[in-house]
């Protein structure tokens, strides 16, 4: 028996694996509209943009899941300053430590573009905060807040794996998981709001396209995740094994590849279709790595 | 600093008592149910069940029988936080509220701590837990209040058998090596120490006299850091993040070379 059977579970439930799915979103959202911002062209704008008006909201929605998870949620900023010293409370080798940190500065870069974003739609009196999308600090602000939004992607399955809890710790391969899987997840989460907001299909074809690469990438990687669990993965003969394969693999998956691979199968449906079910399966995917460990 | 301080609990001499799972809620006021709840195991002597933040000692009974019940015995062993010279939970701690102190043990400040529980999960022993009353996570202490006015914590101080011990470890290491050479010149061969050497985590400030396998006594054999997994899982991770980056740079390439094809809309097959 591995000796992460003999540990308690910390009650990380339903707030946790909500911050786990919209994080995964903000931060994956965050680092598309990074990519549109370096390396497209002047008509992937729209789009860029529409990935900062959510990246921002869905940091601050995770942000507030994670507070009112806490035991104290009064004590939260303990995270960040030593409560009663009044200096800085970081610790690099704690992925949670570390974590608060690493939400706190993509926090930032999410407000810097969403304020820059919604100043350049025209939406803000004040026209010169467009500054903060173009240009070298555009271009700055982006690289930074991408890097950010890559790290908030995956350090929540790092986070689950430094500890000595089953299945979390039993594999390297959470965090690799968690990003690929907020990668895709966003991309499709923007490919149903720029359909309904009228993106071009020019720019909606590169997230289409990029999806229906990562989520091949995704199933290997979940297969290599339940592989090195070793004798643990006997923990999968459970419901939650069946969550795995029909929810995540199946819904999650496999699907929306068929539907991306067969494009006429729903007609004027199948994108929105595919999105629909790789966000379920994405969010799914939480449930399940949290609820499976908890449950032992 | 002090010399480091802990128990040695000799498991042959438990007679189940439970003496130090009361002097324990005594001493450190701990609430008998967990808000109310009926937390009768139903099944066994041991009511207690597990070690949590109203548990901090927990009396283990371990019932061997045979089948038809003729042949048993039972194993008792008065578990507690291991105060681990490298210790899980000190080391994920996001806010600083798990410190070392100057005996060597490891202490929960319960004003500090905003429940995070991410200690809770990285304890290789499953010792802590949240303490309703004051909704923070809680543990064994080792009496540091006691031991800073030179008083022994309370569960040795009522153990009737002395099976819990406590003392410097150095010279606790000492008893416990004696003890054991005792018990295998009487033919108790099975008899060993758990924990009182840096082979697990470092050393344990609380260890233990066993008869049998440590996850018969509901301990790990090999426990570890929560800590080795980071460099291995941010590696992949950062594998993850150069893939996903490199899929989103192909994707613009393919759609740069389709729209040189004539394909207006980059030619993905959805649009």
Known sequence: MSDTFFTAAPHWHWLVIWYLFVGGVAGGSYLIGALLDLFGDARDQPLARLAYYVAFPAVLIGGLFLIVDLNRPERFWHMLIMSERGWPMLKYWSPMSIGSWGLAAFGVFTFLSFVGALAEDGRLRWRGLARLRRGMLGALIAILGGVFGFFLAGYTGVLLAVTNRPIWADSPLLGFLFLVSAASVSAAVLILIGLWRGVAPYSIGWLSRMDGWLMPVELVVLIAFVASLGPVAQVWLSRWGVALVVGVVLVGIVLPLLLHWRPRLLGGLNMAAAAVLAVLGGFILRVVVVFASESI | ?271
């Open chain 2, 1 to 271: 600093m002090a010399v480091p301080m802990g128990f040695f609990t000799d498991t042959t001499v438990c007679i189940g008592c439970k003496a130090c799972e009361v002097a324990c809620k005594e001493w450190n006021q701990l609430p008998s149910t967990n808000g109310g709840v009926n937390t009768l195991s139903g099944m066994s002597y041991d009511n207690t069940r597990q070690l949590d933040g109203i548990h901090w000692r927990h009396v283990r009974f371990i019932e061997q029988f045979s089948p038809d019940r003729r042949d048993g015995r039972w194993l008792m062993m008065s578990d507690v936080c291991k105060h681990c010279a490298q210790a899980g939970c000190l080391e994920v701690c996001p806010t600083g509220a798990i410190v070392r102190t100057e005996f060597d043990t490891v202490v929960i400040q319960s004003d500090v701590c905003n429940g995070c529980r991410d200690c809770i999960a990285a304890c290789p022993f499953g010792v802590i837990g949240v303490n309703p009353v004051s909704n923070t996570a809680q543990k064994c202490t080792l009496c540091y209040d006691r031991m800073q006015v030179n008083l022994p914590p309370a569960c040795a101080k009522a153990c009737p058998t002395e099976s819990i011990k406590f003392g410097p470890i150095a010279a606790l290491r000492e008893t416990a090596a004696v003890r054991v050479k005792d018990l295998h010149a009487r033919g108790e061969a099975r008899a060993y120490l758990y924990g009182d050497d840096d082979t697990i985590l470092g050393g344990l400030n609380s260890f233990y006299l066993l008869v049998d396998k440590p996850e018969v006594y509901g301990l790990p054999a090999a426990p570890k850091l929560p800590s080795r997994n980071l460099l291995p899982s941010a590696l992949f991770s950062g594998l993850g993040a150069v893939l996903v980056g490199l899929l989103g740079l192909l994707s613009f390439r393919q759609r740069r070379i389709e729209e040189v094809e004539g394909r207006a809309d980059g030619g993905n097959p959805h649009v």
